[in-house]
């Protein structure tokens, strides 16, 4: 139990388009996800928390503008990565967790972007 | 504030050796402490956690001791394996019950055979 399915696992694209990485919870009810950043060699960065039918809460220093964040069902969150730069190229992972509080967070594969 | 601090690597063990990873944190209140792993080129998957003093998570061979009196989370597993190589992450969740997790900076375990 407790799967998080991210789609696509790879994505390369041109820089000035724009990418949406997708983030499901195959077999529970996700009430809250998150969505990190992640560089090479280096720890998680947190860049929004997101709760089912609300707005997306940034981490200081993320443009909401940017990577927009929609959460509009309990087993689907989206990020859209806009007019993406070479230097959004990074590996996104989201996570989820089942309930309101709920402290185990359940981690997708991660997306990998590359932007040329 | 909250934070982790996770000894640093990359640590590189023979095959059947004895593994330590340490774990420290500050955090205000009573946190949950996880131990995630991460798999070349994969997300995260959590290892093991504990949510009060003195408990002790354990899974697939590893050991984690939840110690207030420390504030220490240390990950130990009597023999690694080749398999075992991987990233692994203590992170601690948020005091102040928003759900979000703190990491610590990772450290790289190389498990030769």
């Known amino acids: 139990g407790a799967v998080v399915s991210q789609h696509p696992s790879r994505v390369i694209c041109k820089s000035g388009t724009s990418v949406k990485i997708e983030c499901r919870s195959l077999?529970?009810?996700?009430?809250?996800m998150f969505w990190y950043r992640q560089f090479p060699k280096q720890s998680l960065m947190l860049m929004a928390t997101?709760?089912?039918?609300?707005?997306?809460?940034?981490e200081q220093g993320v443009e909401k503008d940017k990577f927009l964040i929609n959460h509009a069902s309990l087993t689907l969150s989206t990020l859209t990565v806009t007019s993406a730069h070479p230097e959004d190229s990074s590996f996104y992972i989201c996570?989820?967790?089942?309930?309101?509080?709920?402290?185990?967070?359940?981690f997708g594969p991660g997306t990998r972007l590359l932007v040329l | 504030g909250n934070s982790v601090t996770q000894m640093e690597g990359p640590v590189t063990l023979s095959e059947e050796a004895f593994l330590t990873i340490n774990c420290t944190y500050t955090?205000?209140?009573?946190?949950?402490l996880f131990w995630y792993v991460q798999y070349p080129g994969e997300g995260l998957q959590l290892l093991l956690k504990?949510?009060?003093?003195?408990d002790k998570g354990s899974n697939k061979g590893f050991e984690a001791t939840y110690r207030k009196e420390t504030t220490s989370f240390h990950l130990e597993k009597g023999s690694v394996q080749v398999s075992d190589s991987a990233v692994y992450f203590c992170?601690?969740?948020?005091?102040?019950?928003?759900?979000?997790?703190?990491f610590g900076q990772g450290t790289t375990l190389q498990v030769k055979p």
């Open positions: 996570s989820a967790t089942g309930r309101q509080g709920q402290e185990t967070q359940y």
């Open positions: 077999d529970f009810q996700a009430t809250t």
């Open positions: 997101s709760n089912e039918g609300s707005k997306a809460t940034y």
């Open positions: 955090a205000t209140g009573y946190p949950s």
């Open positions: 504990a949510t009060k003093a003195d």
């Open positions: 992170a601690l969740s948020d005091p102040s019950n928003t759900g979000k997790l703190i």
